[in-house]
């Protein structure tokens, strides 16, 4: 079975017309790269959309991070230079289960997925997140810088509008699903 289309995605749900959609794939076709950064730098979808819409496309959940209620020593259970390179953080622990759960800007790549794995020794549980806040986190976390832009709470609640895998799932999710 195949994936739904990124841009089949947003335009179901209303959230890009098809003029914008075909200016963003001859933008992806003459240099490479993923759509979304295309979407997103063209300013035709924000950032959070972006996160909503791919979540949908990979069936895996979202979740919102903030840095200064990010629990630094569950992060720092996967080296800095893994979470830099594969632009990811751990956000949730379970030590019980010896599970992690990671926010990750592409959840979709098992190399990352593996290394980290193999570095924790731990399972991996991925999310999507949005690069710029996993940016955020990684600084908070690494560097101590708590004056980052990204407003001040880490919000996994069941309310919160970028969790994917709760009863407040975002509108898209509704409107990609009919």
């Known amino acids: ?3 739904e289309r990124l841009g089949d995605i947003l335009m179901k749900a209303g959230l890009l017309d098809e003029a914008g959609l075909r200016r963003a794939l001859n933008e992806q076709q003459r240099w490479g790269g993923p759509l979304g950064q ?7 979808i924000s950032e959070e959309t972006l996160v909503r819409a791919l ?3 990979y069936k895996l959940p979202a979740v919102a991070l903030d840095a200064p209620r990010l629990n630094a020593s569950d992060a720092r259970r996967i080296p800095q230079e893994i ?3 594969n632009r990811l953080i751990c956000f949730r622990s379970d030590d019980a289960k010896n599970f992690l759960d990671v926010a990750m800007a592409d959840p979709s790549s098992l190399d990352a997925i593996d290394e980290v794995r193999v570095a924790t020794r731990r399972n991996v549980r991925p999310f999507f997140a949005a690069p710029s806040a996993i940016d955020e986190a990684i600084k908070f976390v690494f ?3 708590v004056d980052g832009a ?3 709470v880490i919000d996994l609640s069941p309310q919160s509008g970028m969790r994917t895998d709760s009863k407040a799932s975002s509108e898209l999710l509704r409107k990609a699903g009919s």
Do not use: A, H, I, N
């Open 1 to 3: 079975m195949s994936r």
């Open 38 to 44: 295309y979407l997103v730098q063209m300013e035709l």
């Open 55 to 57: 979540s949908t496309q």
């Open 83 to 85: 979470c830099e390179r």
């Open 143 to 145: 560097y101590g810088d």
């Open 150 to 152: 990204m407003g001040g």
